[in-house]
């Protein structure tokens, strides 16, 4: 089994900042990439950073030059910093961990932005 669990989120205004945290337990023999998803009311869930086993990142569009994705590999942890934040990223931010093939996705944190 393995369990995954996001962490850090929160209300926060315009031009502030978050870090989120995501930790991934249980019988994990090695974690390839690792990702963030958010999902707003009413739209599809959206890619937001990646991260290799290699450190290679990949960000969307609308978050490059503001969020930076980061790995713990020793504690099989994932983080997001997000500095700058607009009311548009306000979403349930998800995480997945991709082990084996498999990805294994946390419950979501929220995160609200306001004006």
């Known amino acids: 089994q393995v369990q995954v669990a996001e962490s850090g989120g929160g209300l926060v205004q315009a031009g502030g900042s978050l870090r989120l945290s995501c930790a991934a337990s249980?019988?994990?023999?090695?974690?390839?990439?690792m990702y963030w998803y958010r999902q707003a009311p009413g739209k599809e869930r959206e890619l937001v950073a990646a991260?290799?086993?290699?450190?290679?990142?990949n960000y969307a569009d609308s978050v490059k030059g503001r969020f930076t994705i980061s790995r713990d590999n020793a504690k099989n942890t994932v983080y997001l910093q997000m500095n700058s934040l607009k009311p548009e990223d306000t979403a349930v931010y998800y995480c997945?961990?991709?082990?084996?093939?498999?990805?294994?996705w946390g419950q979501g944190t929220q995160v609200t932005v306001s004006s």
């Open positions: 997945s961990a991709n082990i084996l093939g498999f990805e294994y």
């Open positions: 991260i290799t086993v290699g450190d290679n990142t």
């Open positions: 249980g019988s994990i023999s090695r974690i390839n990439a």
